[in-house]
T-cell receptor, first 113, second 114 residues
Framework: DQQVKQNSPSLSVQEGRISILNCDYTNSMFDYFLWYKKYPAEGPTFLIS?????DKNEDGRFTVFLNKSAKHLSLHIVPSQPGDSAVYFC????????????FGTGTRLQVFP | DAMVIQNPRYQVTQFGKPVTLSCSQT?????MYWYQQKSSQAPKLLFH???????NEADTPDNFQSRRPNTSFCFLDIRSPGLGDAAMYLC?????????????FGPGTRLTVT
């Protein structure tokens, strides 16, 4: 039973364009959401997060949007750069379980020149 | 640089032969986690330590054990590896439970079972 779903295993975007990575969740107890980025041969690294009390959080080229009614969040990367090519994992934690992250299966982003 | 280190990066073991994976951290974080990630699947939490307090996930097989002898080190022991235990094993840390969202991952150990 996958509580965090990333339905697109891969995404290919041209350099300079917007990359939009999507994530859906089923557990209404989730109150904190994160995106992690993973390069080959490295562990995932924290990228950006959002609390359920917000609907948007921005950090430079990265913006995360949260739609609680749809149980959907997205990561926007503008403009996309070749160095953004990586696997992106969506993760969530539930109220009272801040130290337990539930991950999605990841989306592989390729940014081409 | 402060970091999370996993050794070895690649481990091959035989079916049924006990194996130990190690993780060390220089971040002085209180919480350490072990995840299992199979190909094209999400990382799955096996267990975690808050300081010396061990927290096992309900669906973690008994075949998997862990030790944390001190703040810096944590070990994953697989007592009798099966073919289904072949996976990437990720160690992570966080400063404390309240900041458990921000986890710092090691590069992982890829386990092959022959």
């Amino acid at each position: 039973d996958q509580q965090v779903k990333q339905n697109s295993p891969s995404l290919s975007v041209q350099e300079g364009r917007i990359s939009i990575l999507n994530c859906d969740y089923t557990n209404s107890m989730f109150d904190y959401f994160l995106w992690y980025k993973k390069y080959p041969a490295e562990g995932p690294t924290f990228l950006i997060s959002i609390s359920s009390i917000k609907d948007k959080n921005e950090d430079g080229r990265f913006t995360v949007f949260l739609n609680k009614s749809a149980k959907h969040l997205s990561l926007h990367i503008v403009p996309s750069q070749p160095g953004d090519s990586a696997v992106y994992f969506c993760a969530a934690s539930a109220v009272g379980n801040t130290d337990k992250l539930i991950f999605g299966t990841g989306t592989r982003l390729q940014v081409f020149p | 640089d402060a970091m999370v280190i996993q050794n070895p990066r690649y481990q091959v073991t035989q079916f049924g032969k006990p194996v130990t994976l190690s993780c060390s951290q220089t971040l002085n974080h209180n919480v350490m986690y072990w995840y299992q990630q199979k190909s094209s699947q999400a990382p799955k939490l096996l267990f975690h330590y808050y300081d010396k307090d061990f927290n096992n996930e309900a669906d973690t097989p008994d075949n998997f054990q862990s030790r944390r002898p001190n703040t810096s080190f944590c070990f994953l022991d697989i007592r009798s590896p099966g073919l289904g235990d072949a996976a990437m094993y990720l160690c992570a840390t966080s400063r404390d439970r309240a900041r458990g969202h921000e986890q710092y991952f090691g590069p992982g150990t890829r386990l092959t079972v022959t």
